[in-house]
């Protein structure tokens, strides 16, 4: 479990957003694992609505990215 409070969003361009709550729990079953992400905290505005856009673009992506790293380290 990995639990990340209290981060801010830090952009040249944009508004500090936050705080928010990042939250990675991994849970074994049998030889395989399951990976839950939720990040929450997000507030109103037109630079949060840019931001939750992005951050819900980019999560598949990189949960992808992180799988693959895994299991071509696993082996």
Known sequence: ?????NFVYMN???ELLGPMTLTV???QTGTSS???ICQDGYQHGTDWDWYYDA???AWPVVA??????LEEKSH
């Open 55 to 57: 951050v819900k673009e």
């Open 1 to 5: 479990l990995l639990v990340i409070r």
């Open 34 to 36: 399951s990976v839950y």
């Open 12 to 14: 040249p361009e944009k």
């Open 25 to 27: 729990r991994v849970t």
């Open 64 to 69: 992808k990215k992180i799988k693959t790293y």
